[in-house]
């Protein structure tokens, strides 16, 4: 008589490999769909730069008065109404003139559609004599890891 061994994965062990690949799939695609979320952000926030970069020049060539910068005639360029394939639409909030010079404010509002969330980011640029430095905050229930942005 010989010995004939078996060869092959037994149902427990084909069981088990479908179960660590069911929660590696439960971890991984809630944090790559975040990861994809936070990427179309930051297009959001790119097409926003050369407005930003046209506001702060406009800002200093008016003395810090940011109701002087606050049209696309008056910083001459065209800001852009959506990004990101449109998930996203940008509009000027606030602008609030400081005293001197310093301390106005500049307020641009990113909404994202249900797709990317239903986020709120607010991007606010504060003046100050030597700068103008921006920050952003998120709402409407979103948090950094789905922008990408704030606390």
């Known amino acids: ?26 971890i991984s695609i809630p944090l790559y769909k ?16 050369s407005t930003r970069t046209a506001t702060a020049d406009c800002l200093q060539f008016n003395n810090g008065i940011a109701t002087a ?6 910083i001459n360029l065209t ?11 940008i509009t000027r909030g606030t602008f609030t003139d400081g005293i001197n010079g310093s301390d106005s404010t500049i307020v641009f ?16 640029g504060t003046n100050s004599a030597t700068n103008l430095s921006w920050s952003y905050a998120n709402g409407g229930g979103c948090t950094k890891s789905k922008t990408g942005v704030g606390t």
């Not at 975040?34 to 730069?49: G, I, M, P, V």
Request: include cysteine.
């Open 69 to 74: 910068c606050d049209t696309d005639t008056e």
């Open 34 to 49: 975040d990861y994809l979320t936070r990427s179309r952000w930051s297009d959001a926030f790119a097409s926003l730069a």
């Open 1 to 26: 008589m010989t010995n004939k061994f078996n060869t092959g994965f037994t149902i427990i062990e084909l069981m088990i490999v479908v179960a660590i690949i069911g929660i590696l799939a439960a």
């Open 109 to 124: 509002v990113l909404t994202s559609n249900a797709a990317m969330g239903s986020c709120i980011v607010t991007l606010t």
């Open 79 to 89: 800001m852009p109404t959506t990004a990101s394939g449109g998930n996203v639409t």
